[in-house]
């Protein structure tokens, strides 16, 4: 009996030696799909915006290369520039940022015509100016990953591509879609410049000695409607000669000068200061009417709003002034060629003198006829200038 047990409990302990052993830990698998979001980029105009002057034509105050300070109206000329610093987002990565352009269109916002490629710079850490914000996140932390500062510099074409009135931008372009920053501006491009001139300026029968007044004449700024653009206005002229062979004599030779000659162009120089060599009041009155031929023998009086020639530099008792001579546009009209100097504003600018489209300055002519005088003095110019602000 003891010897079967003995032989049962081999046989089970057998039985659990040939088991299979199997692990205590079991598991699977399962897939992850992950799309990063397509992070259109975001662009933020930085405080460094300025408009340039061209290095054609200098201004009163403003020269090649310089900041055009005294542009107050929203107009632009060809040559002239406008420089923007803008920082730009992509949250997938800054590479995929395709192109920064500047564009010019008739409506705000993305898709207007690329004028040109901004330029991406090197520069770090995120500018108060820019306000950079996600929603209701203000962003602190440059990140060189997902951001990068462009410099944008547009330059005003010529006329035949670039004229008229544009909504100008900065537009950030990336594969997952393209931003422009929130300030679209508003330009005239080009405007046309024009100055007209309504009434004639004719002295008839007058007297050999004596001072005789012309019609009232209104210049006139005729800029494009709707360009804002301002004109600063001047006046000069040429002597006048007698375009027939009369044996004309005014009062020693054939010609009636218009001005004494230290008003002449030759003795004008560039940095000549304001009136160092125009101080003298117009003398037409005093010896004008003489048989002095170096002498005022045309000047004038304007009015423009509620100011006008009494009292500025080189008027008469009466307010009239003499006239530089010129017949082309120079720097050196900005010391003496000034139609009205009554009160100085924005720096060097007459607050008279300054005309807005369809605006006009009305002025008067006194002409002292010198004696003796015979003949019809009617070869020669009075010009009238308009120089853009």
């Known amino acids: 009996m003891k010897k079967r047990a003995l032989s049962l409990l081999m046989t089970a302990m057998l039985m659990i030696t040939v088991l299979p052993v199997y692990g205590v830990d079991a598991g699977t698998g399962i897939g992850i799909d992950i799309t990063p979001e397509e992070f259109a980029p975001l662009i933020w105009m930085c405080d460094e915006r300025r408009v340039v002057e061209d290095c054609v034509e200098a201004g009163r105050t403003s020269d090649c290369s310089n900041t055009l300070f005294e542009r107050t109206q929203n107009y632009a000329f060809e040559g ?96 997952d879609g393209s931003a422009t920053m929130d300030e679209n501006e508003f330009w005239f491009l080009n405007p046309v410049v024009a100055v007209t001139i309504d009434g ?70 560039d940095g000549t200061a304001s009136g160092a060599t125009f101080t003298e009041d117009c003398n037409a009155d005093a010896v004008g009417t003489t048989g002095t031929d170096n002498a005022d023998h045309l000047c004038y009086f304007a009015t423009s709003g509620a100011y006008d020639t009494i009292g500025n530099a080189n008027s008469d008792a009466e307010g009239y002034r003499p006239i530089v001579y010129s017949d082309q546009f120079t720097r050196d009209f900005y010391n003496d060629a000034e139609i009205i100097n ?10 008279g003198n300054f005309l807005a489209p369809g605006a006009e300055i009305a002025v008067t002519f006194k002409l002292a006829l010198p004696e003796p005088c015979v003949g019809d003095f009617s070869d020669g110019d009075i010009f009238f200038w308009g120089e853009a602000i």
């Open 80 to 175: 002239e520039q406008i420089e923007w610093l803008v920082l730009v987002m992509d949250k997938n990565k800054i590479e995929q940022i395709q192109e920064v352009v500047g564009t010019i269109g008739d409506t705000q916002g993305e898709g207007n015509d690329i004028e040109v490629e901004c330029a991406r710079t090197d520069r770090q850490g995120i500018e108060e100016s820019c306000n950079a914000r996600i929603l209701e996140e203000e962003l602190t932390e440059f990140n060189p990953d997902v951001m990068a500062y462009y410099e944008c510099i547009f330059t005003v074409e010529t006329p035949d591509s670039m004229y008229g009135e544009y909504f100008v931008t900065i537009e950030a372009i990336s594969t």
């Open 200 to 269: 004639d300026v004719v002295f008839e029968d007058v007297r050999p000695g004596a001072v005789s007044y012309s019609d009232t004449i209104l210049v006139g700024n005729d800029a494009d409607e709707g360009s804002g653009v301002l004109l600063d206005m001047f006046v000069s002229g040429t002597d006048f000669y007698d375009p027939d062979s009369s044996g004309a004599k005014c009062p020693v030779s054939n010609r009636l000068k218009l001005s004494q000659d230290l008003r002449s162009q030759v003795d004008l120089g």
């Open 342 to 351: 009554d009160l100085q504003i924005l720096g060097t600018y007459w607050a």
